[in-house]
Every structure is written in structure tokens, then in C-alpha cells.
Nanobody
């Protein structure tokens, strides 16, 4: 399984971005998927995870601003990022976990994309 993120970029505070994560798989998505972020020399941490039933958990810092969604038919995960702040700047990664339980811990996800940079300034 390969995951390819896109949609990152440089924006000003208050603007929006939409990240996409395309999963290359011939199997319809039935897994947990999530968006994570990481700054240089810091630990990777969860932004939002979504399970097969659409149950979502967001990091407190992004609640009311970010929206995660998935299109299982298109094998794509999205992250709509609104009202961006400078502190949202990071490398963003999507990840997949073959489990019904969507852990917020990065080490529970074996499959990762290459990341897409988000810069807000």
C-alpha cells in the first residue's frame, strides 16, 4: 500500500488549505486513517483520525478549524484546514492502520505517506 499526500503549501494566517491522501490499493478502504504532523526534531503527533464508521478524533488544537473526511470509493483521505495559524506550520503526513481501533499514537500506524509541508506566515 502506498500513500501519497498533496495539497500543502504556503498561506497567510486565516487562510485555508485542503490536504489529500491517495491510497494506492485495489482493496476498498476499510481501515483507520489519520493525519499526523511533525516539526523538525520533534515527535510526530496526531491531528485527526477517522475510523471505518466515520468516527473522528481531533487534536484539541484543531477542533472547530479542521475537518477530516474520507472517500473510500476513491481511496482518498482529506483534511480541510480553515482559519490557519502560524502554529499549524508543520510537515503533515497521512497514515493507515488495518484495525477497527483508530489509535492516536503514530507508532501504531505501519503505513505512511511522504508528507506535505504546510507553512502559515
Amino acid at each position: 500500500v502506498q500513500l501519497v499526500e498533496s495539497g500543502g503549501g504556503s498561506v497567510q494566517p486565516g487562510e485555508s488549505l485542503t490536504l489529500s491522501c491517495k491510497v494506492s490499493s485495489t482493496t476498498k478502504l476499510t481501515f483507520c486513517m489519520g493525519w499526523f504532523r511533525q516539526a523538525p526534531a520533534k515527535e510526530r503527533k496526531a491531528v485527526a483520525v477517522i475510523d471505518m464508521d466515520g468516527k473522528i478524533n481531533y487534536a484539541d488544537s484543531v477542533k472547530e478549524r479542521f475537518t477530516v473526511s474520507r472517500d473510500d470509493e476513491q481511496a482518498t483521505l482529506y483534511l480541510q484546514m480553515n482559519s490557519l495559524k502560524s502554529e499549524d506550520s508543520d510537515m503533515y503526513y497521512c497514515a493507515l492502520r488495518r484495525s477497527q481501533y483508530c489509535s492516536p499514537e503514530p507508532h501504531d500506524y505501519p503505513d505512511w505517506g511522504q508528507g506535505t509541508q504546510v507553512t502559515v506566515s
